[in-house]
């Protein structure tokens, strides 16, 4: 059984930090990418950042860029988002997800596995 657990979210101060954990079992996703998305309260399901497995080539949205930095530790199928500099924008639930289709690692769609996310809390 495939699981994506996420883990490391919390409420947090203005200008703070936090670490994101996604820890893969079951199969390990080494052919395409792995993401972190994010969703705030009535807004829709938003692209944060992806790495893919391989290359180590990075993606971010811009508005997280030279703030966040994803990485991946192979030899624990681990993904990590550390979030700097965080603001009360950044509030959302935080979900990994691993790309199972080639494609844009911005579209959702090519995700076929998913974490239950974590909630990430930024306070002003």
């Known amino acids: 059984q495939v699981q994506l657990v996420e883990s490391g979210g919390g409420l947090v101060q203005a200008g703070g930090s936090l670490r994101l954990s996604c820890a893969a079992s079951?199969?390990?996703?080494?052919?395409?990418?792995m993401a972190w998305f994010r969703q705030a309260p009535g807004k829709d399901r938003e692209f944060v950042a992806a790495?893919?497995?391989?290359?180590?080539?990075?993606w971010y949205t811009d508005s997280v860029k030279g703030r966040f930095t994803i990485s991946r530790e192979n030899a624990k199928n681990t993904l990590y988002l550390q979030m700097n500099s965080l603001k009360p924008d950044d509030t959302a639930v935080y979900s990994c997800?691993?790309?199972?289709?080639?494609?844009?690692?911005?579209?959702?769609?090519?995700?076929?596995?998913w974490g239950q996310g974590t909630q990430v809390t930024v306070s002003s």
């Open positions: 079951g199969r390990t996703f080494t052919d395409y990418a």
């Open positions: 997800a691993a790309q199972t289709n080639a494609g844009s690692v911005k579209l959702q769609g090519l995700y076929g596995y």
């Open positions: 790495v893919d497995w391989r290359s180590r080539t990075t």
